[in-house]
């Protein structure tokens, strides 16, 4: 794949059922997108913009040759779930609405997200699956998906960020009593974890950092997610702590420095393997991409 150089970006009003929703277009430099990754930036379900994350996404639009849409998405302590889960449901109708490449070809969409934006994005791929809506993927960065934050790394790390004190206090924020239902019928899950039946999910891109405290919670999930006979592709970035996807690599730049390979970043490489995961029969020069 030869890595387009050049990224355009546009604002852009994405319409939802409470209102209009603001968003940030990423195009990489090719004729048309391979398809249309809506992104779901972190800060807890509280903080965090389209226009903090701006280097972030556009460096992934620009590795995995999708179009990526990141999504203004309502925070918390304003409203609570599953308002989030639903304007990243929205960003997805109206990337699906898009039309980039030949009328007769059918949309490849994908939804991914870093950190609490990972946890929203794994919980609208579980609505999209029981709707019947394909997805080409699921690009998760470091969720948390336990809100009782119980796993081992949550205490092996107890002082790196996010403490368990901090997100237990963010989830209690996010998360609204009761088991929300959209209009149709479908659950809205706060978590992944409240599934019971994972099977026919879309593949899932999931990345994470050996003193994450998260870690173990991304790393459950990759397991559910293959006993459901789920393809993921894992990989646990060393010396690596939590906010990666924001760090653009060991060079200096907006991207990796010379002679480094843009998978040396975790956002590279969740670009590199989104583009590998949909476009498998194209040739490439990426060395193997290491996996856990």
Do not use: K
Request: charged share 20%; net charge negative; with cysteine.
């Amino acid at each position: 794949m030869a890595t387009p150089t050049v990224v355009r970006w546009e604002q852009v009003s994405v319409p939802t059922p409470s209102g209009p929703l603001s968003a940030r277009v990423y195009r990489p430099g090719t004729p048309s997108p391979r398809g249309w990754l809506v992104w779901a930036h972190g800060g807890s379900w509280r903080a965090g913009s389209a226009r903090d994350w701006h280097g972030a996404t556009a460096e992934l639009a620009r590795h995995s040759g999708f179009g990526v849409v990141s999504v203004d998405y309502r925070l918390a302590p304003e409203v609570r779930h599953p308002a989030m889960v639903e304007d990243i449901l929205s960003a997805l109708t109206w990337a699906g609405e898009q039309r980039d490449r030949p009328a007769a070809d059918p949309p490849v969409l994908a939804v991914g997200g870093d950190s609490a934006g990972g946890t929203l994005a794994a919980s609208a791929a579980l609505v999209c699956r029981d709707r019947g809506i394909p997805l080409a993927a699921q690009v998760l960065a470091y969720p948390p998906l336990d809100p009782g934050c119980a796993a081992a790394s949550y205490h092996r790390f107890p002082d790196l960020f996010p403490t368990a004190s901090y997100l237990r206090a963010a989830w209690q924020d996010y998360r609204a009593p009761g088991l929300p239902v959209a209009a149709d019928g479908t659950r809205l899950h706060s978590t992944p974890f409240e599934a019971a039946d994972l099977r026919g999910l879309a593949p899932a891109v999931m990345a994470t950092g050996d003193l994450d405290p998260v870690g173990d919670d991304v790393h459950r999930y990759g397991r559910q997610l293959r006993a459901a006979g789920v393809e993921v592709a894992l990989r646990e970035f060393r010396q690596t702590g939590h906010g990666a996807f924001l760090q653009p690599g060991p060079g200096p730049g907006p991207g990796p420095g010379p002679g480094e390979h843009p998978a040396a970043s975790m956002r590279g490489w969740l670009g590199l393997a989104l583009h590998r995961l949909t476009s498998p029969n194209d040739p490439d020069d990426l060395p193997s991409l290491e996996l856990t």
